[in-house]
């Protein structure tokens, strides 16, 4: 019998750069594995593709080695973050906070 293969999809995006890549990995095929497999290391060759972090569409997936990959689904990789998103949120409201005590001071 032959062996069931399942189609899926891997994206990377970069901010001037981004990649689908389809194609099909045999049936109990790894999340991490179907990321090897893909060859997106080609496009994108700073990529460590055993360390970084992925998700399918959009929900990260804490254990990409032992999650089995289903069919039509999209597996994403992401990059580090730049900056902490919470502290950002902090800082752009410290910033408007003091832009409105800075105008209510001009009247």
Do not use: W
């Not at 998700?55 to 990409?64: H, N």
């Amino acid at each position: 019998m032959a062996e069931r293969t399942l189609a899926i999809e891997v994206a990377y995006a970069l901010p001037h750069k981004q990649k689908i890549l389809g194609f099909t990995v045999p049936e109990g095929t790894s999340v991490r594995e179907a990321v090897r497999l893909s060859g997106i290391d080609a496009h994108f060759p700073e990529l460590q593709l055993d360390e970084c972090p992925v998700g399918i569409f959009g929900k990260a997936v804490p254990k990409p080695d032992e999650r089995a990959v289903n069919s039509g689904e999209r597996i994403e990789i992401y990059r580090p973050l730049i900056a902490d998103p919470k502290e950002v949120r902090k800082q752009r409201a410290a910033k408007a906070k003091a832009k409105a005590a800075e105008e209510k001071t001009a009247e």
